[in-house]
């Protein structure tokens, strides 16, 4: 009999989650709040989240304020009353998020957090980190992306109380955004992220590679055997380029170290490495010569420094000109954006493409 009972169980949930279960996720998006507005799109309860106890109502479409002093317990829920949580909206302050609300309270004021199941949450990061107008499979290819990454990440404000940030820290939520073409992207691959040996892998992507991805040891120094550099079959024409006056470049590294006379770095080749330049040519470091002192720079720094879309590049003296040509943007890591679109433009489809950038992965379907 038992046995029966749990085979039901097990059909019930098998088709509730075929009915668009997805893992629910906590994203941090206020902290320090004494008060806040809120609003719902559906019949609500408001539940003690460790007894589960109901405490409060609340319709629907109505706004109200949750204030900390009046919650007595270390954290509250507001889950709606009858339909799945995917289907409802919350409106928290100014904004509409899909999913419920949780109030953690630390230090007598809320830290703010939307519950949203992983698929609708999908929905508002895609539009923030590609356009819309992006082709189809290129959207794809960055929804499992998006979709793996905030798996992989899940632990990253664990000691806050939430599962990610809003911000670019993790991955840049606005909440409920409608746009055909990302949800299209967000539906179609539901599930789906990418593994290497079993293992769910970082996904990370980055604007525009500029003809060739890095070796994530050459950025972050760890070594993982699916972010290897890769060359992009297509040319990116067209050079960025940033100009410094060689006494603007001279005293932003003090007065010890003179005037700038000299830039000691190889030609920049993209795939050809250097001493000086790793193997997809970016730079690794280069050498200035001031009338004082000369400085060895790692390529990273100089990027931050002078602001600089990325380290592939070339730099010379040009009369009382410091000239950084260069290619790309971003740190040049996994896949690259417009990479991406350039070859689902080409006919690629997503599976390609994030084989293509993430070496030897492969794609599985989790739900
Ligand atoms: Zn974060």
Redesign the pocket.
Known sequence: MKKILVLIIFLIMGRAEAAGWSPELRIGLLSEVEEISLQVSAPCIMIDAASKKTLKKFPADKKFTVKAKEIKTDAVEIRPEKISIKDLRSTIGEKEYFGGVRLNKVNKKFVVINLVPIEEYLRGVLPDEMSPSYPLEALKAQAVAARSFALKNRE??KKEGFD??D?T??QVYAGAKIFESTDKAVEETRGEILTYKDKLIETSFHADSGGMTENVSDVWGRAMPYLVAVKEVFKQVEPWTVKVSVKDFSSRFGDNFGTLKEIKLSDLRIGKSANDRTSSGRVNFAQIVGTKKTLKLEGTELRRKFSLPSTLFDMKIVDNEVIFTGYGSGHGVGMSQKGARSYALDGWSYKKILEHYYHDSKLKRLY
């Open positions: 990253k404000h990610l940030c911000k820290h993790c």
